[in-house]
């Protein structure tokens, strides 16, 4: 084969219904629809994982809004002249949450690169 084909090597696999059931099966469970791409990546990397991260990107949107929320509470007290200490302490409390949770979201990433 020739032509603008990045993979232009046909590979044939043959296999009974039961297996080609249970293949489906686990393309679905990992999200793929496309039979060629999942058994490539079966047969180089020899698994396919698949990682559900919406409850991480909504804790994520949490804590962005909640960041944002500090933010107005801090413009609010120093135009007012609210305690300082009592917002230095929300932001240590908010950078507390966020590193823990930036660690998390960075093993995350590895995992998924995998």
């Known amino acids: 084969m020739s032509g603008k084909r990045v993979r232009d090597v046909p590979v044939c696999l043959w296999v009974s219904p039961e297996e080609l059931e249970a293949i489906q099966g686990r393309m679905a469970e990992a999200g793929i629809r496309n039979l060629s791409a999942y058994l490539r990546k079966m047969a180089l990397?020899?698994?396919?994982?698949?990682?559900?991260?919406?409850?991480?990107?909504?804790?994520?949107?949490?804590?962005?809004?909640?960041?944002?929320?500090?933010?107005?509470?801090?413009?609010?007290?120093?135009?007012?002249?609210?305690?300082?200490?009592?917002i230095k302490a929300l932001q240590r409390d908010y950078a507390k949450l966020w590193g823990p949770l930036s660690d998390l979201l960075k093993k995350l990433a590895q995992v998924v690169a995998l």
Not at 69 to 86: C, D, F, K, R, S
């Open 45 to 86: 990397n020899g698994y396919v994982l698949s990682v559900d991260l919406a409850p991480v990107r909504e804790l994520v949107s949490l804590q962005r809004r909640c960041s944002n929320n500090l933010n107005q509470v801090a413009i609010h007290a120093n135009t007012y002249g609210v305690y300082p200490e009592e």
